[in-house]
């Protein structure tokens, strides 16, 4: 899951896993909508290699038939291979897992409750989302004062073990689980075990809720960006496996065809190449039908390359912080503060414990693992009735509380690795607890509560980082939105902090992650989707990035939290900017792709015939020659620019085409913010729209001056700025 800090059980399992189940992708011919011809054509594929149509029946899983021809089987290595050697199949993919990856939030991000939106249209909007399911009993998701679901939807909703149905607000509940391995951690329906979904749907689409806190902090009005619009649940992600590349698969089959308008995924994307990335191939299915794909950029930054969801026809989203921190007050025996956040219910009982620090209190020969707190290499002698200074580590933070409590300790303070830097989460401990910055201090804790107006956003170190692995041609990520802290519904179990020992239950919890940042971005897509329904996911992406901000509250350059020196964050950290939900609504100009575009920007990055079917899908598509398309030329709303550290290569131009959606008649000027080292040359200098719709073409121009920078990196932007607009594309120069 794209929360932070899962635990690494996830990975044996990945494992075991890994050789049992394919994805047989077809596509040759195409679709078939009726449901026995295609399962007959899957079948008889099938049967061509099991020898018999008895085993190819025993290893057909599902056939994939209503957006796409595909379907899913387990095979051997063998059989795999042969299959991938038949004239009708496109590809053959082995099934791999996948992790997953408020209140406030809306009114930080200028979106406030009573703004002002046409809630018949976007009580129209259908949002989907493919995460570990729903609680239906929350008052995010009641269904009162709204309509039946709108006459488009094709969707289905039945009724499952402990799940009390749909209604007007969760108009759709699946699940899927086609390995067929039993998880007593979860339940075969939509109901959601873990919360994670159940988060991300409230803060997409939740209704408005009053007196939304936990445990008092960040009270306020809870709400998702489109509380009127209705909640497709399509649960991919199990409590012990994951989330399945068949179930992923099976989920986008489902959600096309039914009719949703936005899919979000907070879910970990697939490696350095499209055709075996399944989010990626569901998506550009998708966008096909015009429905936009918002996915999460991951949490194992600051590390650069670590972006996933990099696919250009995705939405890809950072996570950032908001103004809203809960401090937990530290109070040392010298006198002075310190302050950290946590959130804790517990109030100290006397004013002043003992500190020790992790490694002081180790049984012999475990001071690693002691510094880490690690279950049972703390000496209970020596932890009881003092507060552990830990270092945060492999446990989820309130995973380290708990073994701090176990070996007899009145509290925690846990302290951030040095990629973490100074980044603060909340995590909602069983025992006072507070996490500080990367300084050592040498206590009692006092909880103070919920402060508003810090610098906000700042990057959060967990954030994925660009440029992608994939396609370093298109800076990734897109955009940030908050994703540190976040207040949303939560299922009645589990415990707010996931530990089996902690009883408590809560309505509403906080937590941290992209998986938290994407659904404001699907919300943000649903809206504009609602106020421009003739607005291709494309031009849907580009609205929300040129109209990003790079600047915070405090009117300084958004920082990074994992960097100690006075840098400003830069496009590979959130792409484009902070999301802006008022200029994104009316952004001057947009970026249009065509689904050829995306297909010609394959031929650039050299796949070849059978692996662009994966994606035109029976189009049998032809590349031109490579020395006509370029990658740079995609229709991209920002720039990405990459030179030879040999200097082959020291200039290129590319071409890009804006459309207007602003006010007529009206001029724009480019205005070039050169990135060190680079110089940029635009033409022509001014576009005049006299039209609503009418399209213009732009070159720009950029020539490496001397070598690569200290950093092999550098950054501007590109700006067309009208009387009333400010369209801004980024430039990022790598030297590779
Ligand atoms: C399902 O309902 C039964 C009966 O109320 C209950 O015992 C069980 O814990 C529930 N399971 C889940 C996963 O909520
Ligand atoms: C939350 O705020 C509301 C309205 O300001 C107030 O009535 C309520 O008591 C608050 N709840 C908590 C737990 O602070
Ligand atoms: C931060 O400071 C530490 C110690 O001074 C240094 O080792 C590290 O490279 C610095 N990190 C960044 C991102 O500047
Ligand atoms: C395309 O590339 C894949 C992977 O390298 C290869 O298996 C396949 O045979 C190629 N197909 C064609 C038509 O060249
Ligand atoms: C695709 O087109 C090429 C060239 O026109 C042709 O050789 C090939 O047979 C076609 N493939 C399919 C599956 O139709
Ligand atoms: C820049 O690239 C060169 C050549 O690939 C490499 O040797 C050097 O370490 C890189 N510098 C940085 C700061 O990454």
Same mark, same amino acid.
């Given at each position: 899951m794209w929360s932070k800090k899962i635990s690494s059980s996830f990975l044996l399992l990945f494992l075991l896993h890994l050789i049992l189940f394919y994805i047989v992708y077809l596509g040759a011919h195409p679709v078939n909508n009726e449901d026995s011809a295609a399962s007959h054509t899957h079948m008889k594929i099938l049967s061509s290699v099991k020898g018999s149509y008895v085993d190819a029946q025993e290893s057909m899983v599902y056939s994939y038939k209503k957006s796409f021809d595909a379907f899913a089987a387990k095979l051997s290595s063998n059989e795999a291979k042969k299959l991938?050697?038949?004239?009708?199949?496109?590809?053959?993919?082995?099934?791999?897992?996948?992790?997953?990856h408020t209140t406030r939030s809306w009114d930080f991000i200028g979106l406030p409750q009573k703004a002002r939106r046409n809630l018949k249209t976007e009580s129209d909007i259908i949002v989907g989302l493919l995460d570990t399911g729903i609680t239906p009993e929350s008052k995010s998701f009641k269904g009162d004062g709204l309509g039946p679901p709108p006459a488009k939807w094709k969707g289905t909703c039945g009724h499952f073990a402990n799940f009390s149905g749909c209604n007007n607000k969760i108009i759709g509940a699946n699940y899927f689980k086609l390995d067929g391995n039993p998880d007593p951690a979860d339940i075969l329906s939509p109901l959601d075990v873990d919360g994670h979904g159940t988060h991300t749907s409230s803060t997409l689409a939740g209704n408005q809720v009053p007196n939304a806190n936990l445990f008092g902090l960040a009270n306020g009005t809870a709400r998702g960006a489109v509380p009127s619009a209705r909640v497709a649940m399509y649960k991919v992600c199990w409590a012990s496996s994951g989330c399945s590349d068949m179930d992923i698969l099976a989920a986008y089959d489902a959600a096309i065809h039914d009719g949703v308008d936005v899919i979000s995924v907070s879910i970990g994307g697939g490696g350095s190449s499209y055709v075996s990335d399944i989010i990626a191939i569901g998506a550009f299915h998708a966008i096909k039908k015009g429905i936009i794909t918002v996915a999460s950029a991951g949490n194992d930054g600051p590390n650069l390359g670590s972006v996933l969801n990099h696919a250009p026809w995705l939405v890809t989203v950072a996570a950032s912080g908001i103004d809203r921190d809960f401090i937990s007050k530290v109070h040392l025996g010298n006198g002075k503060d310190v302050s950290g956040v946590g959130v804790s219910t517990f109030?100290?009982?006397?004013?002043?414990?003992?500190? %020790?620090? *992790?490694?002081? !209190?180790?049984?012999? #020969?475990?001071?690693?693992?002691?510094?880490?707190?690690?279950?049972?290499?703390?000496?209970?002698?020596? %932890?009881? *009735?003092?507060? !552990?200074?830990?270092? #945060?580590?492999?446990?989820?933070p309130a995973g380290t509380g708990e073994k701090v409590k176990k070996a007899g300790g009145a509290g925690l303070l846990l302290l951030n690795s040095d990629a973490e830097g100074e980044e603060l989460i909340a995590d909602p401990h069983i025992l006072p607890a507070a996490s500080l910055g990367s300084s050592k201090p040498s206590a009692s804790l006092v909880f103070q509560g919920s402060v508003y107006g810090n610098t906000a956003p700042v990057m959060a170190a967990f954030s994925s980082r660009g440029p992608s692995s994939a396609g370093p041609d298109v800076i990734k990520p897109d955009v940030t939105a908050p994703g540190v802290n976040i207040l949303a519904a939560w299922p009645p179990k589990p415990s707010p902090s996931m530990l089996k020992s902690d009883k408590r239950s809560v309505p509403f919890n906080i937590i941290s992650g992209t998986s938290m940042s994407c659904p404001h971005v699907s919300g943000l897509a649903s809206l504009l989707k609602s106020e421009h329904n003739n607005w291709s996911p494309a031009e849907i992406k580009s609205a929300l990035m040129t109209t990003a901000y790079t600047i915070n509250n405090k009117r300084s350059p958004i920082s990074d939290v994992s960097s100690n020196s006075s840098q400003p964050a830069s496009p590979f950290a959130f792409g484009s900017g902070h999301v802006d939900p008022e200029s994104a609504a009316d952004p001057g100009l947009v970026y249009d792709i065509t689904t050829e575009d995306y297909l010609l920007?394959?031929?650039?990055?050299?796949?070849?015939?059978?692996?662009?079917?994966?994606?035109?899908?029976?189009?049998?598509?032809?590349?031109?020659?490579?020395?006509?398309?370029?990658?740079?030329?995609?229709?991209?709303?920002?720039?990405?620019?990459?030179?030879?550290h040999d200097r082959r290569k020291t200039s290129v131009t590319y071409k890009r085409t804006v459309k207007n959606v602003g006010s007529i008649p009206s001029t724009y000027a480019v205005q070039v913010k050169e990135p060190a080292g680079v110089s940029v040359s635009v033409e022509p200098k001014t576009l005049r729209f006299k039209k609503m719709g009418e399209k213009m073409s732009y070159k720009v121009r950029f020539v490496a001056l001397g070598g690569a920078t200290s950093t092999n990196s550098s950054f501007g932007s590109l700006t067309l700025v009208a009387e009333k607009y400010r369209v801004r594309s980024p430039i990022a120069v790598l030297w590779i």
């Open positions: 991938e050697r038949m004239d009708e199949v496109l590809s053959v993919i082995p099934n791999r897992y996948h992790k997953l109030s100290p009982k006397k004013n002043l414990y003992p500190i %020790v620090s *992790g490694v002081d !209190v180790a049984q012999s #020969s475990q001071t690693k693992e002691a510094e880490f707190c690690f279950e049972g290499a703390l000496v209970k002698k020596l %932890v009881k *009735g003092k507060i !552990v200074v830990c270092e #945060s580590g492999l446990y989820m920007y394959l031929c650039s990055l050299n796949y070849n015939s059978s692996q662009i079917a994966l994606f035109s899908n029976g189009v049998n598509f032809t590349c031109p020659g490579t020395s006509v398309v370029q990658s740079g030329d995609l229709n991209y709303p920002s720039f990405s620019v990459i030179f030879d």
